[in-house]
């Protein structure tokens, strides 16, 4: 699931791949922008904006794209064949003379002025994986608004950029709290805070996700995905249940917890 680690290592391959080259191929599938052609400019850097990516042109331009639930990209040698899904999911391609990089499935594509990425972007709390991480400045943030659920106030990319639901439901077992804990009762809110950083940290440079250290199938997450199923560390049920808005997207609301393990309100 792209989180801001996906988001991250995507960025880094994709700048070691594009930045400081020249473009020989620049194809955007979206209505808007199918007749954008930046062939011939430089690419200056990719970067990720908590799960936003933003891959810069000479000449000041900035492409921005969002990956959401399904979105990737794909880096091959040019003329190889795409392995990232059927060519009606592809959204942008961009290439240079070695490497052809190919966005499948990319929610949010837009061609902007890089001086206007604060429009789309400003908005975000401090990136967990960014240069700007500022775990005080998120405590501020979630402080702020002390009757709301910590699950809900962790996924919140105005609070912190960058988590999504496996990190939130990840560092919510590991600190022992129930997702519906308002943030005022949450004893140790730097710790909550610098968990999330700490899962995320240490799988950003891979693509598998696990935050309970092991890649085994069934073992890679403590609580996500593994409702009905026995915790791994006390055996009981783990539960899933759903929080947040309603008009959060369906697949961010589930919520998975143990019930021993994280005492506290249940919804
Ligand atoms: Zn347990």
Redesign the pocket.
């Known amino acids: 699931m792209p989180e801001g680690d996906t988001v991250w290592l995507a960025a880094r391959r994709l700048d070691a791949a594009l930045a400081g080259r020249e473009l020989t191929r620049f194809d955007l599938r979206v209505p808007q922008h199918a007749t954008a052609d930046l062939t011939g400019v430089a690419v200056t850097a990719v970067v990720a904006r908590g799960k936003h990516l933003l891959t810069r042109f000479a000449g000041g331009l900035t492409l921005h794209t969002h990956f959401r639930m399904d979105g990737s990209w794909h880096l091959g040698r040019p003329g190889a064949r795409w392995r990232g899904g059927p060519a009606y999911h592809v959204r942008a391609v961009l290439a240079n003379t070695d490497w052809e990089a190919v966005g499948y499935r990319l929610h949010e594509v837009r061609l902007i002025p890089t001086g206007e990425e604060d429009l789309l972007v400003g908005h975000l709390g401090p990136d967990v994986l960014g240069p700007d991480w500022d775990p005080q400045e998120v405590a501020r943030r979630m402080a702020a608004d002390p009757a709301r659920e910590i699950g809900d106030a962790l996924l919140d990319q105005r609070v912190l950029a960058g988590v999504g639901n496996l990190y939130k439901n990840e560092t919510l077992f590991l600190t022992g709290l129930s997702p519906w804990t308002p943030v005022a009762d949450v004893p140790d809110l730097p710790a909550v805070i610098a968990t999330a950083h700490r899962l995320m940290r240490a799988n950003r440079d891979h693509p598998e996700q696990s935050t309970t250290g092991s890649l085994r199938r069934g073992e890679t997450h403590w609580v996500f995905e593994r409702q009905h199923r026995p915790?791994?560390?006390?055996?009981?049920r783990?539960e899933v249940g759903e929080q947040g808005p309603a008009d959060r997207a369906e697949y961010a609301r589930v919520t998975y917890w143990?019930?021993?393990?994280?005492p506290g309100p249940t919804g």
Do not use: N, S
């Open positions: 915790c791994q560390r006390c055996g009981t783990i143990c019930p021993r393990c994280q």
